[in-house]
């Protein structure tokens, strides 16, 4: 069953449109991660949310924003994507309390094609 | 700085050949993470090991062992007897201990080629 879930698999936007990606996850974990990963390279992180605190990476564009409106949600909003912004996009999450912190949980990501 | 280097771009071995993956990495940490994961075609990163820093003992698991050294910064990842099934990109990861994410530094990759 899948635990963390990416949709659309493939979202094609035009060039400056508004584009939404989601995730779900049913693991209950309390850190969500969304990373850019760009042909033939390494995924990047962007930013994650622990709980409901949002960690922004210091070089992450500000074309991109994110949004958590409960544990099991996560959204990345691209405000007006570029060329650039074509990518292979991935939430990831992970449970951390005291004594415990998980490695981190992919989903299958979203393919984002920009026209 | 963090960093996570993985000189092989692309490795190409016939089934049942054994393989090595090498992963070295910077950083300045005394306490950090390493880990490796498997991105297959269809694009979701699967885990397969993580280790601490405090932790040198190689690990085996079925087909699979990691080596890793601390005085080389270096984990590498052997697959035993490789099967076509193994044919994926396989990425290196490091990140920091003791905080309440994984945030990690990836390398580049090693793509896995297992021939029939």
């Known amino acids: 069953d899948a635990m963390v879930i990416q949709n659309p698999r493939y979202q094609v936007t035009q060039f400056g449109k508004p584009v939404t990606l989601s995730c779900s996850q049913t693991?209950?974990?309390?850190?969500m991660y969304w990373y850019q990963q760009k042909s033939s390279q390494a995924p990047k992180l962007l930013f994650h949310?622990?709980?409901?605190?949002?960690?922004n990476e210091a070089d992450t564009p500000d074309n991109f924003q994110s949004r958590r409106p409960n544990t099991s949600f996560c959204f990345l909003d691209i405000r007006s994507p570029g060329l650039g912004d074509a990518a292979m996009y991935l939430c990831?999450?992970?449970?951390?309390?005291?004594?415990?912190?998980?490695?981190?949980?992919f989903g299958q990501g979203t393919r984002l094609t920009v026209v | 700085a963090q960093k996570v280097t993985q000189a092989q771009t692309e490795i190409s071995v016939v089934e049942k050949e054994d393989v090595t993956l090498d992963c070295v990495y910077e950083?300045?940490?005394?306490?950090?993470?390493l880990f490796w994961y498997k991105q297959p075609p269809s694009g979701e990163l699967v885990f397969l090991i993580r280790?601490?820093?405090?932790?040198?003992q190689n690990e085996i698991s079925g087909r699979y062992s990691w080596n890793f050294q601390k005085s080389t910064s270096s984990f590498n990842f052997t697959i035993t007897a490789s099967q076509v099934v193994d044919s994926a990109v396989y990425f290196c990861?490091?990140?920091?201990?003791?905080?309440?994410?994984?945030?990690?530094?990836f390398g580049t990759g090693t793509l896995l080629a297992v021939q029939p």
């Open positions: 280790r601490n820093s405090f932790d040198e």
């Open positions: 950083t300045r940490d005394t306490t950090y993470y």
């Open positions: 990861a490091l990140s920091e201990y003791g905080g309440a994410t994984n945030k990690l530094i």
């Open positions: 949310y622990y709980d409901k605190d949002f960690n």
């Open positions: 990831a999450t992970s449970l951390f309390k005291q004594g415990l912190d998980t490695e981190a949980f």
């Open positions: 693991l209950n974990h309390n850190v």
